[in-house]
């Protein structure tokens, strides 16, 4: 497995790969409690990013997971 992260004063972009030779595991599209890549993909839309997740072109039988959360900004009040 690989992990990368790149932050900027806008956001973080993630980059999560899996191997074929990597341990078994099991690709959830979501469960009723929220996890699963349906629910990182909600969160990460709320947040005012993206998330995609499938079959990693590179790697034959490999699987990419690439997200980009933005940076919260909050906006003083003016009085």
């Given amino acids: 497995m690989r992990l990368a992260l790149q932050g900027a004063d806008d956001g973080v972009a993630i980059s999560i790969s ?13 469960t009723p ?3 699963g890549l349906l629910g990182m993909s909600e ?4 947040a005012g990013g993206w998330l995609d997740a499938g079959a ?20 003083l009040a003016s009085a």
């Fill in 18 to 30: 899996s191997r074929p030779d990597s341990e078994t595991h099991t690709v959830s599209d979501g």
């Fill in 33 to 35: 409690d929220g996890r």
């Fill in 43 to 46: 969160r990460a839309r709320l």
């Fill in 56 to 75: 990693d072109d590179d790697v034959p039988g490999g699987y990419l997971v690439t997200a980009y959360i933005p940076a919260v900004r909050q906006e």
